[in-house]
């Protein structure tokens, strides 16, 4: 396979809507260039009844994006990629869930064979220094909470969350070797429900 992996999503039962996203880099003119939140929308607008898509990210050549290439892409580089590369596989899932307020996009980030997350804990928390978090929404979520990330529990597992002013939120946490980035609740309970 291009690229040097096949994808492969760990969201499976029921898989919800599987599409594949080309990111077009190599626009005539910076006019036609759409940011990745637009294309994401207009390809997920075609379908007006689905709840949750799986996206598979892919260059124009055909290669399957790693992780540090969508976060590149998406505006979103939250952790180190130099970190990612050595304690995560480059294969990542990216899915949107779908409600009455909008579309809410999450990252599923698998480790690596022999990596344990209690080791990697404090790198990930880095995520809560990030001036990107607001990038991972399709539309601004307002103000941050000024006290910044909280505690919560989700399917029985700890997480953290960070509140905004318009109701969104930000959530990440480790569900067995998967770090799960997440703007809703709900979108990553869905994903867990999936995997």
Known sequence: ASGGFVHFSPIKNP???L???????????AGELKTYVQQVRDLISGDKTSTFFDLNIKGVDGHNFSINEIFSAAGTVVLNSQFIFKHFNLDSAVFVYRDKSGSWPGYILTLKPGENWLFLRDDVSQIEKSQKVE????????????????????????????????????????????????TSENGLKEALGRM
């Open 15 to 17: 898989p919800g809507k």
């Open 19 to 29: 599409l594949a996203l080309v990111i077009e880099s190599n626009a005539q003119n």
């Open 135 to 182: 990038g991972f929404f399709m539309s601004s979520p307002g103000t941050p909470d000024a006290q910044g990330f909280k505690d919560i529990v989700i399917s029985g597992q700890p997480a953290r969350v960070l509140r905004f002013s318009s109701g969104a939120s930000f959530i990440y946490g480790w569900f067995g070797g998967y770090l799960i980035l997440s």
